[in-house]
């Protein structure tokens, strides 16, 4: 298969790595500063999947030097970049090309499938973790399930999308098809809203998060905005109530990472751009399309914004 | 006049040592573990004021230690502490003894004034700046305005309060009487609300917060609820509406403590207990005894719990 990369993060770089050495066509897309530090380099994976290494065919800063039709452009680009992503993407989609969604947050898929077609967009839910050591090295450090592949509206067929799964399981990547790709991306960015902003700002992990019973009224309020969201929009969650989601949330999700600091604590003490917008920020968003109030949301959002802007100035 | 201090932090030592220096009885009363520290100690206040020192008539743990009516006792404990001091002064009021809250935040009036009488509880808000240099040595910082004193309900004779009120004065510390220092004081908690915890959180200065647009949609937030709050409970505040006191708040109040930052900031760092249950704290409480919601005042409450939280575990 033919795949492009576009992003060569630590997640990109993980895809990339895994997928040339299985001996698939692989090009990798990356910021026009760090094209000529890429090229030629032999991509390392280590961590808890063992160690790989691969040269990528190319890689460039535009799909443009690709004269070949590619099968899947893998989107691995922090969401407060999707839409210059698809944008540059779009030209240089046709033939079968689609584009598999390896993002974080609310948002991504609507942008994509509008610019290019439901027909053509991919979604998954990513939940391994890895770091960029250095680039064209990344570690995988953590895995909480599969990643889930699927078309959200079933615009493309199970098979087409079974291929691209048993690919990248052969490729060593653990993942499975599933319909309901979209719910549980959900249940991800239930996870982000309520932990990533406030183990930004309070600066510590998930457990004691979780341990302090005043951490937990916020998060509480936070996946209760999400649910009065969720059901105004008709956007289906994995749970019936707030109550069922509470209790994996707190019961399942947090104990196995309860030392883990979230990635927008470690973003925000390096001064990066923080996702916020396509977390609590993407709640407070549809929330005011139907006028309804999330001020627990919103509070998280501006607060972690005013750090941003702190860090800027 | 025979006056006790009790509480010989910052602010207690401003007002023992200046009112001795003048010539008055003054009996220190501090925490058992420092009493020795302080006793027979010349007291001194430096600062925007000069120079000041005096040696105390006594320091001491208790008022069973003092065989003499006092005309006022003058509280400075921080907030979480008032309770306790008036139970400790209450045996030891007699004759005309009156008590003084030179305190912050709300409840401290609520409190002394149920457990003492109304006619004994006098009112004051100050709003000078001191720190405490080392035991028995404060530094006053800055003033923006004269300490303003009053019987919010008028139960003690103006007269009465007038000859505090010059007897303060001379002793340099500008003073003023008002019927409305219940008002004047909710001025301050208004903005204590709005900024304190915010500063101590994203650990800015009171300038960051009012030049990030985001920043002020939570502060208008807190002081919006604040609103709400006081109009069920009936507390009158100086302004008749939110767009008023925001306008004083953000042109007149916070432009000359720009560079300043919150003490709750630097309470927070040095791991003290922080006054927020006077604060926003309040705020909940108060929304709660009415039913109303005031959730941006209680996710920044339970914020800054977590922060404590954490701090001590």
């Given at each position: 298969?033919?795949?492009?990369?576009?992003?060569?993060?630590?997640?990109?770089?993980?895809?990339?790595?895994?997928?040339?050495?299985?001996?698939?066509?692989?090009?990798?897309?990356?910021?026009?500063?760090?094209?000529?530090?890429?090229?030629?380099?032999?991509?390392?994976?280590?961590?808890?999947?063992?160690?790989?290494?691969a040269v990528l065919d190319k890689v460039t800063s535009s799909l443009m030097d690709i004269n070949e039709d590619i099968d899947y452009i893998i989107l691995t680009v922090k969401s407060y970049d999707t839409?210059?992503?698809?944008?540059?993407?779009?030209?240089?989609?046709?033939?079968?090309?689609?584009?598999l969604l390896a993002?974080?947050?609310?948002?991504?898929?609507?942008?994509?499938?509008?610019?290019?077609?439901?027909?053509?967009?991919?979604?998954?839910?990513?939940?391994?973790?890895?770091?960029?050591?250095?680039?064209?090295?990344?570690?995988?450090?953590?895995?909480?399930d599969d990643v889930v592949i699927g078309q959200p509206e079933g615009k493309i067929p199970k098979e087409d999308i079974q291929t691209l799964v048993d690919v990248l399981n052969q490729a060593h990547i653990p993942t499975r098809y599933s319909t309901d790709v979209y719910k549980i991306l959900w249940d991800k960015i239930l996870y982000n809203c309520a932990l990533n902003p406030l183990g930004a700002l309070l600066e510590c992990t998930y457990g004691q998060l979780a341990s302090c019973e005043k951490t937990r009224e916020v998060m509480d309020n936070i996946i209760q905005e999400i649910f009065w969201v969720a059901k105004e929009h008709n956007i289906k969650l994995n749970w019936e109530t707030v109550e069922?989601?509470?209790?994996?949330?707190?019961?399942?999700?947090?104990?196995?990472?309860?030392?883990?600091y979230p990635s927008m604590y470690y973003d925000l003490k390096s001064g990066k751009k923080l996702e916020i917008d396509s977390l609590n920020g993407a709640i407070v968003r549809l929330a005011h399309e139907k006028g309804i109030k999330v001020p627990v949301n919103e509070t998280i959002t501006n607060m972690i914004k005013t750090k941003e802007f702190i860090n800027s100035n």
């Open positions: 298969m033919k795949f492009a990369v576009f992003g060569l993060g630590a997640l990109g770089t993980v895809f990339a790595t895994l997928l040339k050495e299985k001996g698939h066509t692989v090009y990798g897309i990356t910021k026009r500063e760090t094209q000529h530090l890429l090229q030629n380099l032999p991509f390392k994976v280590s961590g808890i999947w063992g160690e790989h290494r839409k210059t992503a698809v944008r540059q993407i779009k030209p240089y989609i046709k033939g079968n090309t689609k584009v993002q974080n947050g609310y948002g991504n898929y609507e942008i994509v499938s509008q610019e290019i077609g439901k027909d053509r967009t991919l979604l998954s839910r990513v939940i391994f973790g890895a770091k960029l050591l250095e680039l064209g090295h990344a570690e995988v450090t953590v895995i909480a069922d989601y509470k209790r994996y949330f707190y019961e399942t999700l947090i104990p196995p990472t309860s030392k883990h």
